[in-house]
């Protein structure tokens, strides 16, 4: 039993298995920061953000244990006799590079600061790749740094926290381990002359060029897409919530910076891999949920989204499938970017995308649409009508509801018409909209009201002329009434029609003549064989103000014709 054994196992201090998940959580925390570290430039937020979790999670757990010890193997990392990582190390990892270079345990100890470190990864990283001209070796680096609390055992040599060499009995090998990389033939070289080489040779052709260009894209994507796999493969490896938190804010920074290098498959498969790891494990991570819904709030906010305005207008066919598909993953927050894309010179097949993805996301929350009919100009909403009559019925009429209290009066009309058309509300809420205070809103309500034959909105018609109490200036509306009483009406109407045209003795001059016009017209757009009887008889009478009543209705309608 080791002696870090023994501190761990003391009776009443530690448990094993919390301490080994602690170590898992720390080691996950140096490989993050150091795969950042060899992603990004010197001085990008995100590896000076990940380096510094790292350190204070490693700080944390040094306080607690006093120290950290790593055993590096070929294919695993070990600590406390149990294996904490596996599987096959590829070159240009941090386990590997320690293990290519001879380093076989590495531990951590109290007191260490931020710049050790950060001087620590930045030395692995620069050994990660083998250069044909290697500036030193890992190892030499690393004791020239003299760092005060980081120490390491290497295969043939130990160098201690002062920095003295001395014999490694432990790890020191009498001959050299098959398993382990050696320097072969390494006695004098023989060099044979080549012939000289002609400049123009090297000179690579355009197309060669491009073709160059393109492996290199290749696999700076192809390295990306894996380091995103990595980074959803941690999240189910190490499932503890610091972690999990940890790496959903490089993967936040990630989704912003893949939509903005247009790598849009990188994109979904952060969007597509969290949903898909979070509804899997649900129940056996229920704290992960909060953390990740406040990722794709973030994700979908528009700061997060605004690179894809900046190339909506000239991005292809497939990428533009890529995005429908992204859209659906994300929170319902990202309908207002969606709109604004929508009003945007969008095409057909974009446009018809963007409508599907609000839609969808509207099914979820309803409330960022709400407020963006509520605070977005008069442009912004016409666009957005179309797509609101496409929701639920019972959704749609809420937003349709919201639109009559716009000033503008295209909108109103456009509310009025998908509402009625839809037959969002009994048509005794739809009558009340004749007295909306814009004549273009009360002749479109009038219009859907005269469509057709119907008693019920008759009824409604012949109550409201016969209570309703108007002023002189509404003498047009009273007349467009009466017209359209005349397209829905009946046989019904004849009666009042008929009082009013022949009767009506008691009514002021002006409103007595106004009705009787009113009746003549709704007993013409009746036309039907009681109504024409009714006119006959009218047309017949010897009263003076009935003769006026049907000359000035001549009058109006030839005045009509030579206006056509």
């Known amino acids: 039993m080791s002696a870090q054994d023994k501190i761990f196992l003391e009776p009443g201090k530690f448990f094993r298995e919390d301490v080994l998940k602690e170590t898992r959580k720390v080691y996950t925390g140096m490989l993050l920061a150091s795969k950042n570290l060899s992603l990004y430039p010197s001085g990008h937020s995100i590896p000076v953000k990940s380096i510094k979790q790292f350190h204070e999670t490693l700080q944390a757990y040094l306080e607690k244990y006093g120290y950290l010890r790593l055993e590096i193997e070929r294919n695993r990392i070990v600590s406390l006799d149990e294996e904490i990582s596996s599987g096959s190390h590829e ?37 990660m790749i083998l250069s044909a001209e290697p500036e030193g070796d890992i190892v030499t680096n690393i004791w ?50 080549q012939s000289e080489i002609d400049p123009l040779q ?19 994507e192809a390295d990306f897409s894996s380091y995103v796999n990595a980074l959803l493969d941690i999240l189910l490896l190490y499932r503890d919530e610091e972690s999990f938190r940890t790496i959903l804010e490089v993967l936040s920074e990630e989704f912003t910076g893949t939509l903005a290098r247009e790598e849009f498959d990188i994109s979904l498969k952060i969007v597509w891999g969290l949903r898909k790891i979070v509804e899997q494990y649900r129940k056996e991570m229920s704290w992960a949920v909060p953390i990740a819904d406040n990722f794709f709030q973030k994700a979908s906010d528009v700061d997060s989204l605004s690179p894809i305005a900046q190339t909506w207008n000239h991005i292809n066919a497939e990428q533009t499938d890529i995005l429908e598909q ?17 009003a945007d010179g969008a095409s057909q097949k974009q446009r018809q995308i963007l409508s599907d993805a609000i839609i969808s996301l509207a099914g979820k929350n309803m409330q960022p649409l709400e407020d963006l009919l509520d605070h977005s100009d008069e442009k912004l909403v016409e666009n957005l009508i179309p797509i609101i009559v496409r929701l639920e019925k019972k959704k749609s009429l809420r937003c349709l509801m919201k639109l009559l209290r716009r000033d503008s009066s295209l909108i109103r009309e456009k509310a009025i018409r998908a509402i009625m058309d839809r037959g969002l509300v009994p048509v005794g809420e739809v009558f009340e909209w004749i007295d909306d205070p814009d004549e273009v809103v009360r002749r479109l309500v009038m219009r859907q009201l005269g469509k057709k034959r119907d008693r019920a909105i008759e009824d409604l018609f012949l109550t409201y002329l016969k209570n309703k109490t108007f002023q002189k200036e509404q003498a047009d509306h009273v007349m467009v009434c009466f017209k359209t009483l005349g397209r829905c009406g009946s046989l019904h109407a004849i009666p009042y029609l008929r009082e009013t ?27 039907i064989p009681e109504s024409e009887q009714l006119l006959d008889k009218a047309r017949r009478s010897m009263h003076p103000s009935l003769r006026s009543v049907f000359k000035d209705i001549s009058r109006e309608s030839q005045k009509n014709k030579g206006g056509r």
């Not at 090297?202 to 700076?220: D, P, W």
């Open 202 to 220: 090297l000179v690579l052709s355009k197309q060669e060029q491009e073709q160059l260009q393109e492996m290199i894209r290749f696999e700076e």
């Open 91 to 127: 070159e240009g990892t941090l386990p590997f590079t320690l293990f290519r270079d001879g380093i076989r345990w590495i531990e951590f100890t109290q007191g260490i600061n931020l710049e050790e470190i950060r001087s620590f990864l930045t030395i692995v990283n620069q050994h």
């Open 144 to 193: 020239e740094a003299q760092f005060s609390h980081i120490q390491y055992d290497v295969a043939d040599f130990f160098v201690n926290i002062d920095g003295e060499v001395k014999d490694s009995i432990s790890s020191f090998k009498a001959e050299p381990d098959s398993t382990e990389p050696r320097e072969e033939n390494l006695g004098e070289t023989h060099y044979i002359r």
């Open 326 to 342: 992204i859209f659906k993953y994300l929170d319902p927050q990202a309908i207002r970017t969606l709109a604004f894309l929508l």
């Open 501 to 527: 045209l022949l009767q009506r003795k008691w009514m002021p001059g002006f409103w007595r003549a106004l009705y009787r016009r009113g009746a003549v017209v709704a007993l013409e757009t009746l036309a």
